[in-house]
């Protein structure tokens, strides 16, 4: 099993960059990387077994079943149905953490899957800088931090 841990703080509150992620359908108007976005089925995007479906800026297809939602934890944890990146049993938890010094949030986003051997260190790369740190400069950009 390979884990994939990244962190960082934003400054802004816990509650502020908790409505920016929480939907469930919203990472093309946070994420960087990605164009577009559904749940399908119709169901609302923040029904616990929904299903959203997505494509990338360059042209990849995935499909991610919401596994668990809390607002009182700021956290919402996923799996990866259908992806391009090769990887199977992929669970991902992204979870805020109000910082009592300032309006800061500490950000947490994890995964842990398996995929073929060799390709772990590309794989913890890529899902670790491109689309975890990726995501959490663009939150920072967004709400004016560095």
Same mark, same amino acid.
């Given at each position: 099993?390979?884990?994939?841990?990244?962190?960082?703080?934003?400054?802004?509150?816990? !509650?502020?960059?908790?409505?920016?992620?929480?939907?469930?359908?919203? *990472?093309?108007?946070?994420?960087?990387?990605?164009?577009?976005?559904?749940?399908?089925?119709?169901?609302?995007? !923040?029904?616990?077994?929904?299903?959203?479906?997505?494509? +990338?800026?360059?042209? #990849?297809?995935?499909?991610? &079943?919401? *596994?668990? *939602?809390?607002?009182?934890?700021?956290?919402?944890?996923?799996?990866?149905?259908?992806?391009?990146?090769?990887?199977?049993?992929?669970?991902? =938890? *992204? &979870? $805020? =953490?109000?910082?009592? !010094?300032? +309006?800061?949030?500490?950000?947490?986003?994890?995964?842990?899957?398996?995929?073929?051997?060799?390709?772990?260190?590309?794989? +913890?790369?890529?899902?670790?800088? #491109?689309?975890?740190?990726? #995501?959490?400069?663009? $939150? &920072?950009?967004?709400?004016?931090?560095?």
């Amino acid at each position: 099993m390979v884990n994939v841990y990244v962190s960082s703080v934003i400054d802004a509150s816990a !509650d502020n960059v908790w409505s920016r992620v929480r939907d469930f359908n919203g *990472l093309p108007q946070w994420h960087p990387m990605i164009a577009d976005s559904r749940i399908e089925n119709s169901q609302p995007a !923040d029904r616990v077994g929904c299903i959203r479906h997505f494509h +990338t800026r360059d042209g #990849g297809m995935i499909r991610e &079943k919401l *596994l668990a *939602l809390s607002d009182y934890e700021y956290s919402c944890t996923y799996e990866i149905l259908e992806s391009p990146m090769g990887v199977t049993n992929y669970v991902a =938890t *992204l &979870k $805020l =953490t109000p910082v009592t !010094d300032g +309006t800061r949030c500490f950000a947490e986003w994890s995964a842990e899957f398996e995929c073929d051997a060799g390709r772990e260190g590309e794989l +913890t790369q890529s899902i670790g800088q #491109g689309v975890f740190q990726g #995501g959490f400069n663009a $939150l &920072k950009q967004h709400f004016g931090g560095r």
